[in-house]
């Protein structure tokens, strides 16, 4: 993924799992590294009927806290170490009380009333001297919202979630107000779930989890555990096109977004087209082959891992107006390929703005994490 920092371009966070890998130090307890957390199935909607606890879903890295004494170490939801890219998250849980511990949460980082998650992404770093500098100046915050094993020691897999929240809002008492490790909202009122998926999306919140109130802790399993996405759309301008591999077909729409200087910047593409789709869009783009296409950040140019023909793109007169799905927005671009879902002839280009992905301030999320 493409960031800026302050040195210009930079890839951030670009490292596949096995590049974090690294063996997990042993540690006395009686639930250790590698330990696979619960999982959810993926929902439309939030499940009918009573029974469920609903939790924010965050946008942030799923991380498993083991504390034994001054012992801390910090899991990734695929089983890697994450303790040395959150120096700030290991001291806050060292100095909770108790000598033995194991939470399950989410890493977040906070940011102009948002979770950013491109400020999270730049902590995957090798120089510790980055890390340490960003730990200070974009610290993490740990959302907690399952107690696995309890400050003296006792597992509580077998528990009920209903027993384990209740342990867990006791531990947090505990917790310094505003701190660095919090408890992460729960709520059975599905009305008030409604609201978070309704009014905090801007603000960084990817969905809803539902989970069984009187199921035990399922390690590696989703059958008690439920995860609503939000579904975000984008009205973008269409600036150019790739032609597929193979065939000479359309391969991909460019994407692109208004800034509040009028440049139309590339933000990501959409590739979700079947055959005859493609077939269909070639007169359509051909036809309005030409102008610069963005007059803001183009894409980009041949990479060592793309072929030539794979980074071709032709730029296409501007008027094109797409309504697309995504899942994330972060550091200027559609974190993944967009779903394309109609055009929109009844909207003028310049009204698709950046806006729409990156609001100007974003309201609510204190409203869940209070100062």
């Known amino acids: 993924m493409r960031g800026r920092g302050r040195d210009g371009p930079v890839t951030t966070g670009a490292l596949a799992a096995d590049e974090l890998a690294e063996p997990f130090p042993d540690i006395d307890l009686p639930i250790r590294p590698p330990f696979p957390p619960m999982e959810a199935k993926a929902v439309d909607e939030m499940p009918p009927g009573h029974g469920w606890l609903f939790e924010p879903k965050w946008d942030g890295f799923r991380c498993l806290a083991f504390r034994r004494g001054r012992d801390v170490i910090l899991q990734s ?24 511990l194991v939470l399950d949460g989410e890493l977040v980082v906070p940011s102009g009333g948002r979770l950013s998650f491109d400020d999270l992404l730049q902590r995957i ?34 528990l009920p979630l209903t027993e384990r929240r209740e342990r867990l809002e006791a531990l947090s008492e505990t917790f310094p107000q505003g701190g660095t490790v919090r408890l992460s909202p729960a709520t059975e009122d599905r009305r008030v ?12 919140l990817d969905g809803v989890i539902a989970k069984r109130l009187n199921e035990p802790y399922r390690s590696g399993d989703r059958s008690a555990m439920r995860k609503v996405k939000l579904l975000r759309t984008a009205d973008c301008v269409v600036g150019g096109f790739r032609y597929a591999q193979k065939g000479g077909e359309i391969g991909s729409l460019l994407l692109g977004l208004y800034d509040e200087e009028g440049l ?9 087209f079947k055959a005859d789709e493609r077939r269909a869009l070639k007169p359509i783009l051909e036809s309005r082959v030409g102008g610069p296409g963005f007059t803001g950040n183009a894409p980009g140019g041949p990479s060592r891992w793309a072929t030539e023909r794979s980074t071709e793109w032709k730029p296409v007169k501007s008027g094109l107006v797409c309504e697309v799905r995504y899942d994330h927005f972060s550091g200027g671009r559609f974190r993944h390929g967009t779903k394309f879902l109609r055009w929109r002839p009844d909207k003028k280009p310049r009204a698709c703005t950046m806006d729409q992905v990156v609001p100007r301030r974003a309201r609510g999320l204190e409203k869940l994490l209070p100062a």
């Open 77 to 100: 939801k695929s089983a890697q170490p994450l303790g040395r890219y959150f120096p700030e998250v290991v001291e806050a849980i060292r100095r909770l009380p108790g000598s033995r």
């Open 125 to 158: 770093h090798p120089a510790e001297s980055r890390i340490r500098r960003l730990a200070a100046e974009t610290p993490a915050t740990y959302l907690v919202f399952d107690l696995l094993l309890e400050p003296r020691g006792k597992p509580l897999l077998s």
């Open 193 to 204: 779930a409604g609201g978070w998926m309704r009014d905090l999306s801007a603000s960084g």
């Open 264 to 272: 139309l910047h590339h933000v990501g593409f959409s590739s979700s």
